[in-house]
């Protein structure tokens, strides 16, 4: 059985920067171990970075949320210090918004049994890529978003989105 974990987004700005919010540092020791399971049992993990450029204000996105955050090259943009030291030679995909095209590539053409998903922040990056490997995996894989290692700062939307995942069968566990 191949299992992927994907770490999405675990970076300082929402942590504790722009766009940061009270429990999202509390993620990192929960994250990390999942990574060294992962690892350990020789499974994949693959990261997301978040990835604006100086003109993030005239996205779409930027429109919606009109607050700078992620910026290439930037502290902001780099992976949580404990989480950036077991990249290792992990896969990292940077993504323009929300959900990853370069995810959903991978997924159609490597097969996993199950997919993993934690980091930041569950109602939106989370949500995104866990219909990402929904919709790109093979239609036996199991998709499981692992809710101690997963927030937001709007836990009344968390549950929400949680709800439509499980509509859409993907396991909240």
Known sequence: MRKLLVVVDYQNDFIDGSLGFPGAEKLAGEIAQLIKVFKEEREDVIFTLDTHENNYVETTEGHYLPVSHCKKG?????????????????????????GSAALGQYLEKHHYDEIYLCGLVSDICVFTNAIIAKTFSSPYAKIKVIRKATSSFDLAMQEKSFDVLKHLHIEII
Request: net charge negative; proline share 8%; glycine share 8%.
């Open 74 to 98: 930037e502290k902001g943009w780099e992976l949580h210090p404990e989480i950036k030291k077991l990249v290792g030679d992990s896969l990292v995909f940077e993504k323009p918004t929300f």
